[in-house]
């Protein structure tokens, strides 16, 4: 649902690789141990093979305040690895013949913009043109309270369109929200229970379900942010992302989804074929990740604390998932690694070197930097003895002192180098560096 600052997903270069048939578990063990320890991960993978589990692993707390450990059974929010879901559903409505890809969705919402051009294959590939509402400042103070379909919908179309109909892609929860209550409607039941009906309880999936139930022993677990110490992030409200990041799961559960979606186990080849076909960088439901000579398809999620990652290789018949309760370092640095131990290709165990700071200390830094570079501006700030930096319409994240005057996220791969006396900071991310200049 939410975007964190630059990420970079590309998980690999091309090059030939061979597929490790007994990889090294300990190594990969050591591996998140080392992030555990050092609090830079909390949250669980796992891998199959041939359609069977052949690695898991859960890190880190389910309920940090009381200590309780996460297991193979927690389950956390998946953000929009649940439009894989949706695309799913919305395809099971177009082989019985209830939905109509090609139709125009002013029958079901006539106030969005654009509604008589826009058809549900635009919203399934995220070419509507409608704007993504969660990239809005204000989304963050209303995202917690409960939202009727008549609000959601009147929020979406507020925000009118960014650009027209099918002339180009571009990512929008908005779509996903959409295609959540067509669904509703074509079907006369709740999202919830299409999900249960044609996904989860054919294929088995026991830890999956769409937001909150009753029982408390099946309740998700809490996410978490890093700054001093895991702190709680606030829950969005499940009626706010629906069928665009509602959806709550295990690592082992969405694997058992990829083997069943990929084997053609919920959707007709037509249907996944479909899905698969890229247009812009967009699938439906799918976009590609590619790991050296071999191209997977899946999708990451992200909401409140919780990111996650899922992805299926043809070759070898891998699928892998990752979720985090609590991240603080890059996702896409723990899958490359794991698929390297699962291909046999080498990684590293990281190190982590800090340097303690007073809070006194951190005052040089604070301050607004702009940059000719990039068209967003940046604010540091400091929590106590925690340099914070938000670059504009987007989250705020720690950073860690690494040595005088320079700091990381490592979640994103940034380090951030100051010069007090100039008034001047570098960004590094992704090989770029980038001049700012304090205001």
Excluded at 9 to 35: M, R
Excluded at 226 to 244: F, Q
Excluded at 377 to 386: H, L, P
Excluded at 414 to 427: A, H, Q, R, W
């Amino acid at each position: 649902m939410k975007k964190i600052f630059l990420v970079i997903l590309t998980l690999g270069i091309l090059c030939q690789v061979v597929l490790s048939q007994n990889f090294n578990k300990d190594k990969l063990d050591d591996y998140f141990d080392v992030l555990e320890s050092n609090n830079k991960f909390m949250g669980s993978v796992a891998v199959s093979q041939n359609g069977e589990i052949i690695y898991s692993k859960s890190l880190g707390f389910s309920d940090y305040e009381k200590k309780l450990k996460a297991n193979e059974s927690t389950k956390y929010g998946i953000g929009s690895i649940s439009k894989t879901f949706t695309a799913v559903l919305v395809f099971k409505g177009v082989e019985e013949k209830r939905i109509d890809i090609n139709q125009t969705i002013n029958k079901y919402f006539p106030t969005i913009e654009n509604s008589n051009k826009i058809t549900i294959e635009d919203l399934l590939y995220h070419r509507s043109g409608i704007h993504n509402f969660t990239d809005d400042k204000d989304y963050l103070t209303w995202n917690t309270q409960p939202k009727t379909e008549k609000e959601m919908v009147t929020i979406i179309a507020n925000k009118g369109s960014d650009f027209e109909p099918n002339s180009k892609s571009q990512y929008s929860n908005s779509n996903y929200i959409l295609l959540s209550y067509i669904l509703e409607k074509s079907y006369q039941k709740s999202y919830g229970e299409l999900l249960k009906e044609y996904i989860t309880a054919p294929i088995g999936l026991k830890n999956t379900y769409f937001g909150e139930t009753v029982n408390n022993s099946n309740k998700k677990c809490n996410s978490y942010r890093y700054l001093d110490r895991w702190k709680l992030v606030p829950e969005t409200d499940i009626s706010v992302p629906m069928g665009a990041g509602g959806i709550v799961s295990t690592p082992i559960d969405l694997v058992k989804f990829s083997n069943a979606l990929f084997d053609g186990q919920l959707l007709n080849s037509e249907s996944l074929k479909k899905m698969m076909t890229i247009k812009e960088n967009f699938g439906i439901g799918l976009f590609q990740i590619p790991f050296y000579n071999k191209v997977g398809f899946g999708h990451t999620g992200g909401i409140d604390g919780f990111t996650s990652v899922f992805s299926h290789f043809s070759d070898g018949d891998i699928s892998y998932a990752l979720i985090s309760n609590g991240t603080n370092y890059t996702n896409n640095d723990i899958s490359i690694s794991v698929l390297s131990a699962v291909y046999n290709k080498p990684y590293e165990t990281p190190t982590f070197s800090t340097i303690e700071v007073k809070s006194e200390d951190l005052d040089k830094y604070l301050g607004i930097y702009s940059s000719a570079q990039l068209p967003m501006k940046i604010t540091v700030t400091k929590n106590n003895n925690t340099l914070i930096a938000q670059a504009t319409g987007q989250s705020s994240f720690p950073l860690e002192a690494t040595e005088k005057d320079k700091f990381k996220f490592d979640q994103a791969g940034i380090v951030m180098e100051f010069n007090p006396s100039e008034k001047t900071m570098i960004l590094k991310q992704g090989g770029g560096q980038f001049l700012f200049t304090k205001n």
